[in-house]
């Protein structure tokens, strides 16, 4: 499944970036390209990043990681918004 359809990055690629240590939305970006053209996947590579810290044991914030994009943590006290339904674009085949 396509987490940026801009960039056509698959939620699998992300989680590989997450697991070699990029930190914050931006840091994905830099590595995969997700997340740098409309924005609109940035929420959902937050709540990955976040689930990656939690699974991880470790509170936001105690090991000098942040999340840095304004999606919440789970523990804020701040409900976290529905999950926008992403269209599903298939790659184009090749020529
Ligand atoms: S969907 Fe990721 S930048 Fe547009």
């Known amino acids: 499944m396509y987490i940026c359809i801009c960039m056509v990055v698959s939620r699998i690629t992300i989680e590989q970036v997450i697991a070699s240590g990029a930190h914050s939305v931006e840091e994905v970006g830099e590595r995969c390209a997700a997340g740098t053209d409309c924005g609109k996947c940035r929420t959902a590579i937050t709540r990955m990043l976040v689930a990656a810290e939690a699974g991880a044991g470790t509170e936001p914030g105690t090991t000098g ?3 840095q994009s304004g999606a919440t943590a789970s523990n ?5 918004p529905p999950s ?12």
């Open 65 to 67: 990681t942040t999340v």
């Open 76 to 80: 804020s006290g701040v409900p976290t």
């Open 84 to 95: 926008p339904r992403v269209p599903t674009r298939r790659p184009l085949p090749p020529n």
